[in-house]
C-alpha cells in the first residue's frame, strides 16, 4: 500500500478529539496560533501518531488565514495526511511544481512522500470559519468528543 492510499485509509477511520483545544502563540510568527490535540479511535483509545493540528495567521493586507491538518508521526518525522487551508479567494496560497493556486485548497499527503492538492470551489467564504472547520471533519472523519470540539481561535472570544 503506498502513501496516499495509507493518508486515504486514516481520513477514513473514525476519530474523536482527545482534548479542549488551547491555541497558543506559535513560536516563530507573531501573530499566529497553534494548537494541536491528541486523537482517540472509536474505543477511545489514543490513536499512536495521529494528532489534529490547526494554524491561525492574521494577515492584516490580504486576509486571515487558516489551516486544520491531521497529521501523522514516523519516529522524528511529521507528516501531513490531509490538510485543508482556507486563505480569501484572490491570495496565491499554493505554488507547487506545476501549478500555483488562489484561495481555499486541500492537500492529501506529504509532499516529501506523495501529495495530491486541489483547489476548492464552493460558496463558503472566508469569514465562515465554523463551516469550513465542519467540512474538515467530514473529511477526515473527526468528531467532537462531548466538551472537547474542534475549534478555531476568535471561537471563544467576543467576535467568535
Not at 483545544?21 to 516563530?28: F, Y
Not at 514516523?74 to 501531513?80: E, I, S
Not at 493556486?101 to 501529495?115: A, N, S
Amino acid at each position: 500500500m503506498g502513501w496516499l492510499d495509507d493518508c486515504r485509509d486514516k481520513c477514513r477511520r473514525i476519530k474523536f478529539v482527545a482534548e479542549k483545544l488551547v491555541w497558543d502563540e506559535k513560536a516563530n510568527h507573531v501573530g499566529s496560533l497553534k494548537a494541536t490535540s491528541q486523537l482517540l479511535d472509536q474505543n477511545y483509545a489514543a490513536i499512536p501518531g495521529l494528532y489534529f493540528k490547526g494554524i491561525y495567521s492574521p494577515k492584516p493586507l490580504t486576509g486571515d488565514v487558516y489551516s486544520f491538518a491531521l497529521m501523522a508521526t514516523q519516529a522524528r518525522d511529521h507528516h501531513r495526511v490531509f490538510m485543508l487551508e482556507v486563505y480569501p479567494t484572490h491570495v496565491v496560497s499554493h505554488r507547487g511544481k506545476t501549478e500555483w493556486l488562489k484561495g481555499p485548497h486541500v492537500h492529501l499527503g506529504d509532499e516529501r512522500l506523495e501529495q495530491i492538492t486541489r483547489a476548492i470551489h464552493g460558496n463558503l467564504d472566508t469569514q465562515s470559519v465554523n463551516r469550513w472547520i465542519e467540512r474538515f471533519r467530514r473529511h477526515v472523519k473527526v468528531h467532537n468528543n462531548g466538551d472537547l470540539r474542534l475549534t478555531h481561535p476568535l471561537s471563544d472570544t467576543l467576535f467568535g
